[in-house]
Structures are given as structure tokens and as C-alpha cells.
């Protein structure tokens, strides 16, 4: 999300109008709650998560980290169509970490995939209706 918006102000790519962009992002939403839920939160923090961090243990940021790389790296495919893949890796690497590791600490402590697929379902809609909602 934070990549698009860099690239829409940054290098001139066009910002797209309001009611286009309004009806790409329910489509979105309708769409990503259950993908995300189904396929990416399931998988990356359900149970790739649970294998790396039991409960109990302490709080491992390395692992939250790591999970967060394998994350953004997952999504390069569809982060990398207008920006190209290196300059996706640069900029959307740390972005995909920042948000990542808070997804996986929420988990972690609340046991629920609730806020972190809605958050991730949020975020993916955002970047849709930057790219592709004018």
C-alpha cells in the first residue's frame, strides 16, 4: 500500500478518481477477506507462525521478522507489475516487515487471525484501488 502511494505521488503515476477507486476497493475487500483468511493468514501466521514461535516461549522478534520476509516475498509478484521486481525489493522489503511484524505479534498474543487478516485484507484492497481503481 505504502509503495503505491509512494510511486502515485513520487513518479507521477496517476491517482485515481474517487468512485472508481471506491468500488475497486469493495470489489477488493469482498474479495481479499476471504483469500487472505483462506490462503495467506491461515498458511504464513496459523501455521508457518506456530512452527517458528510456540506459545509460551518468549517474545522472538527474529522470527516475526523472518516470517515477514517470507511474507513480502509472496506478494512480489503482484507488488512488482508497475514498479519492476529490484526497485519493489527495496522499497516494499522493509514496508511488508513493518507491517508483518505486527500482525504476527497480534497472533501471537491474541491467538486470532481476526485483526491481522482484516488489516491484511485492508491493506492488499488499498493497494488495488491505487493501482488499478481510476
Same mark, same amino acid.
Given at each position: 500500500? *505504502? =509503495?503505491?502511494?509512494?510511486?502515485?505521488?513520487?513518479?507521477?503515476? /496517476? $491517482? !485515481?478518481? *474517487?468512485? /472508481?477507486?471506491?468500488?475497486?476497493? #469493495?470489489?477488493?475487500?469482498?474479495?481479499?477477506? /476471504?483469500?487472505?483468511?483462506?490462503?495467506?493468514?491461515?498458511? $504464513?501466521?496459523?501455521a508457518l507462525d506456530s512452527y517458528l514461535h510456540r506459545p509460551g516461549e518468549p517474545v522472538d522478534?527474529?522470527? +516475526?521478522?523472518?516470517?515477514?520476509? =517470507?511474507? +513480502?516475498?509472496? &506478494?512480489?509478484?503482484?507488488?512488482?507489475? &508497475?514498479?519492476?521486481?529490484?526497485?519493489?525489493?527495496?522499497?516494499?522489503? /522493509?514496508? @511488508?516487515?513493518?507491517?508483518?511484524? !505486527?500482525?504476527?505479534?497480534?497472533?501471537?498474543?491474541?491467538?486470532?487471525?481476526?485483526?491481522?487478516?482484516? #488489516? &491484511? +485484507?485492508?491493506?492488499? #484492497?488499498?493497494? @488495488?484501488?491505487?493501482?488499478?481503481? &481510476?
Amino acid at each position: 500500500m *505504502l =509503495l503505491t502511494l509512494y510511486n502515485t505521488v513520487g513518479f507521477g503515476m /496517476p $491517482f !485515481p478518481s *474517487l468512485w /472508481p477507486g471506491l468500488l475497486t476497493f #469493495a470489489e477488493s475487500m469482498l474479495l481479499y477477506v /476471504p483469500v487472505v483468511f483462506v490462503m495467506e493468514e491461515v498458511f $504464513f501466521r496459523g501455521a508457518l507462525d506456530s512452527y517458528l514461535h510456540r506459545p509460551g516461549e518468549p517474545v522472538d522478534g527474529c522470527s +516475526a521478522v523472518g516470517l515477514s520476509i =517470507l511474507w +513480502a516475498l509472496w &506478494h512480489l509478484p503482484v507488488m512488482s507489475t &508497475h514498479t519492476g521486481i529490484v526497485r519493489t525489493i527495496i522499497l516494499a522489503l /522493509p514496508l @511488508q516487515v513493518l507491517i508483518g511484524v !505486527p500482525l504476527s505479534l497480534w497472533w501471537r498474543r491474541s491467538g486470532n487471525l481476526a485483526v491481522p487478516g482484516l #488489516a &491484511h +485484507a485492508f491493506n492488499d #484492497a488499498v493497494r @488495488q484501488t491505487l493501482l488499478y481503481g &481510476h
